[in-house]
């Protein structure tokens, strides 16, 4: 049966799926447990979308900006037309927002939280490790996937998880990022978005940074 979902999703577009059992998620926050959204959940399956190398190879400000924000709705859309599929034949389930709307926000921090976090969700299914930049890196696209994810009462076994892609001893991301908001571990949210995201003059969102991302030696997968 796992395998079978796995083709819907890549038949509606993914590029990598990946499923991880519930009981991977002891060690999430409380109130971002896949049970605090859905309390019958069993299985989570997250899957992912490639992200067009060539937008990192431009100036950030525009193009960018503007396929990050197409971005989540593409996954959103796969997620939603996997769930019917999903309730069609199996069991129910759950599509999840791939970024906002969510309510958790820490104004002091500037920091925010989805309902699930995608890039930790993807680890534990087995898509990827994260990076000193906090960005997931997966073998093959390296950190070039946009994630998205869905519940469901299936009990699906989990799949393996990944090996590390982050180089061991690579800096370049944590020397590199001008507005110091990277430890390898987490990232101060506060400090990264006031430095990377602004308005032109016409009034459009731009993102003014992205240098983590462009910097690593695994930003676009293993060589």
Avoid at 73 to 80: G, K, T
Avoid at 132 to 143: A, D, V
Avoid at 169 to 182: F, T
Wanted: glycine share 8%.
């Amino acid at each position: 049966m796992k395998i079978e979902i796995k083709k819907i999703f890549m038949r509606l577009g993914c590029d990598i799926c990946g499923v991880a059992n519930v009981d991977r998620f002891d060690d999430a926050p409380k109130g971002f447990h896949p049970r605090d959204i859905y309390d019958e959940c069993k299985s989570v399956i997250v899957f992912g979308k490639a992200i067009p190398i060539g937008i990192t190879k431009v100036d950030p400000r525009i193009i960018y900006q503007h396929y990050n924000n197409i971005g989540p709705m593409i996954l959103d859309r796969i997620a939603y037309e996997a769930a019917l599929e999903i309730e069609k034949n199996y069991g129910c389930a759950v599509p999840i927002p791939s970024d906002g709307p969510y309510e958790y926000w820490d104004e002091e921090k500037s920091e925010g939280r989805g309902l699930l976090s995608m890039k930790h969700a993807a680890v534990k299914a087995g898509i990827g490790t994260l990076g000193k930049n906090t960005m997931l890196l997966n073998s093959q696209f390296g950190s070039m996937l946009n994630i998205g994810a869905v519940l469901t009462n299936l009990d699906l076994p989990s799949d393996p998880l990944a090996e590390e892609v982050c180089i061991k001893n690579c800096r370049k991301c944590l020397d590199s990022c001008p507005a110091g908001a990277l430890d390898g571990r987490h990232v101060n949210q506060s400090l990264c978005r006031r430095n990377t995201y602004g308005k032109n003059a016409r009034g459009f969102d731009v993102v003014n940074c992205n240098q983590c991302r462009i910097v690593c030696p695994m930003a676009y997968g293993k060589k």
